[in-house]
């Protein structure tokens, strides 16, 4: 979680300088990344998790990266709909909710184990 926190503070120059995303919305646009880069590093962190290998993660990544400027595109006709419409807007974040609770129901939890020594053996 604290990966997609950093993964979507990294964007904010996009965003920021170059509207990246959300046209003039910069600060709602940055809370969207932040929430977006949150769901899809859990997702990301799965697909390593299971495939254990890093140019899977990196496909994926791209395979984002593709599908969200096709999706603005082909459906974000105004600068007012972009935090609506898109892969980085409402929309896109409410299709990748549910996948990335799959994915997070999904991890491997290993609970943490405490040894304790006595000091016999010390």
């Known amino acids: 979680m604290?990966?997609?926190?950093?993964?979507?503070?990294?964007?904010?120059?996009?965003i920021y300088f170059y509207d990246l995303n959300f046209g003039q919305s910069h600060h709602l646009g940055l809370i969207f990344m932040i929430t977006f880069c949150i769901l899809a590093g859990i997702i990301l962190q799965y697909i390593f998790e299971k495939s254990k290998s890093i140019y899977s993660v990196a496909l994926m990544h791209g395979m984002l990266n593709i599908s969200g400027t096709f999706i603005f595109f082909f459906s974000v006709t105004e600068e007012h709909r972009y935090v609506i419409d898109g892969g980085t807007g409402i929309v896109g974040l409410l299709i990748l909710l549910p996948i990335t609770i799959i994915c997070y129901r999904r991890f491997p939890?290993?609970?943490?184990?405490?040894?304790?020594?006595?000091?016999?053996?010390?």
Request: glycine fraction near 8%; proline fraction near 7%.
């Open 2 to 14: 604290y990966d997609g926190i950093v993964w979507g503070v990294w964007h904010a120059p996009m």
């Open 109 to 122: 939890v290993k609970p943490k184990t405490v040894e304790i020594k006595s000091r016999e053996h010390l």
